[in-house]
């Protein structure tokens, strides 16, 4: 089984600057989140699962951009 895979709500384990995130992208060791802030790419090891306010505030964040902006975020 493959750790936070594509469309898992994730954190950074070391800090909370990048708020919390959505994968969008799995390489190998590598995941493409969707953090509140901006895209990135991180190391499996440094992402731990959302809680659930996270994933709350993750798709929130999702839907109200979905509305703006329309397309799939």
């Known amino acids: ?3 936070h895979g594509v469309g898992a709500y994730v954190a950074h384990t070391g800090t ?3 708020g919390p995130g ?3 992208g799995v390489d190998g060791e ?3 989140v969707r953090f509140v802030y901006f895209v990135a790419t991180i190391a499996v090891r440094d992402l731990r699962t959302a809680s659930a306010q996270e ?3 993750v798709a929130a964040w999702l839907m109200e951009k979905a509305v703006r902006h329309g ?3």
């Open 30 to 32: 590598w995941r493409r």
């Open 71 to 73: 397309g799939s975020w």
């Open 55 to 57: 994933e709350e505030e």
């Open 16 to 18: 909370d600057v990048y």
């Open 1 to 3: 089984m493959t750790a």
């Open 22 to 24: 959505k994968v969008i």
